[in-house]
């Protein structure tokens, strides 16, 4: 980078058969969790601001040609590291910092309702002088983090897909006296009911 950019990074699965939207598939078999995933993500990847560096952070490693296939030449790609979900957060987030960024917004694909506004949103507040803010979510975890720096410590010993989730890391901010923000609380699809809500909605197809 040239310049601080504000960047968004995006965790993703590639789309394969059976290694997607695991809870839904029990319910509505692979194929059709498949393509609610393939809708969620392009639905997430059409409506980001179009001011900030998106970097596409893709599992499993050597999924980057079907990425770019799948989602196109305009975003940036780097495999996620080893580990769990703090894990794979705390690198992907040092890096970008690393790159440059002067904020770094880490999202996944499966919030039907997240867009571009709410990302704008956390932005604001982080140059505003917000440490951190956070995106919860109805099922106890969080849809988006936004972060002024680092601050690796904020994803450890955290229980992550757990009711407490969010809960948990509010408890760590303050422990680290981070100043935080909450946005507005938003659905995730990881049941039928979701995925039925979210295509009443018409978020998805």
């Not at 998106?54 to 780097?78: C, N, Q, V």
């Not at 960024?101 to 880490?106: I, L, P, R």
Request: with cysteine; hydrophobic share 40%.
């Amino acid at each position: 980078m040239n310049r601080p950019e504000d960047v968004i990074l995006i965790f993703l699965k590639a789309p394969q058969l059976g290694q997607v939207k695991t809870r839904l598939a029990r319910a509505v078999g692979d194929r059709r969790a498949l393509a609610i995933y393939r809708s969620l993500v392009e639905r997430q990847c059409g409506d980001l601001p179009e001011d900030s560096r998106i970097e596409i952070h893709f599992a499993p490693t050597d999924a980057e040609a079907s990425m770019r296939d799948w989602l196109g030449t305009k975003f940036h790609y780097y495999p996620q590291t080893d580990g769990d979900l703090g894990q794979r957060l705390q690198h992907g987030i040092a890096e970008a910092f690393g790159r440059g960024a002067s904020t770094v917004t880490s999202i996944g694909g499966d919030c039907p309702d997240l867009c571009a506004r709410h990302i704008k949103e956390a932005q604001i507040q982080i140059h505003a002088g917000h440490d951190v803010v956070i995106g919860p979510s109805e099922d106890g975890g969080y849809y988006l983090i936004s972060l002024a720096a680092p601050h690796r410590p904020l994803f450890e010993a955290i229980p992550w897909s757990a009711a407490n989730t969010l809960a948990v890391s509010k408890e760590k901010a303050a422990q680290l006296g981070l100043k935080l923000s909450l946005l507005e609380t938003l659905y995730d699809v990881d049941q039928h009911e979701d995925m039925d809500r979210a295509i009443r909605d018409g978020r998805i197809r």
